[in-house]
């Protein structure tokens, strides 16, 4: 079974930011976080049994960064 992800415009200006500061910050970690990100939207749509929720909505943190996907 898969679910939709939803990823709403404010989510992709963050992201975007966040990219360019990893990039800034050393190069090629920028897209190091934007696969990890894929994986989690990957693995919320994928797996939906295996994410943690609350209330209605799953979340599930992104591999290796400080940030959680809801």
Same mark, same amino acid.
């Given at each position: 079974?898969? /679910? $939709?992800?939803?990823?709403?415009? +404010?989510?992709?200006? #963050?992201?975007? #930011?966040?990219?360019?500061?990893? +990039?800034?910050?050393? $190069?090629?970690?920028?897209?190091?976080?934007? +696969?990890? /990100?894929?994986?989690?939207? #990957?693995? /919320?749509?994928? /797996?939906?049994?295996?994410?943690?929720?609350?209330? #209605?909505?799953?979340?599930?943190?992104? +591999?290796?960064?400080?940030?959680?996907?809801?």
């Amino acid at each position: 079974m898969s /679910l $939709p992800v939803m990823v709403l415009p +404010e989510a992709t200006a #963050e992201v975007g #930011e966040i990219f360019r500061w990893y +990039e800034k910050s050393k $190069p090629g970690l920028g897209f190091r976080f934007q +696969e990890a /990100l894929q994986m989690c939207y #990957e693995d /919320l749509a994928r /797996l939906p049994s295996m994410q943690k929720r609350k209330g #209605e909505y799953r979340h599930a943190l992104v +591999e290796g960064f400080p940030y959680r996907v809801v």
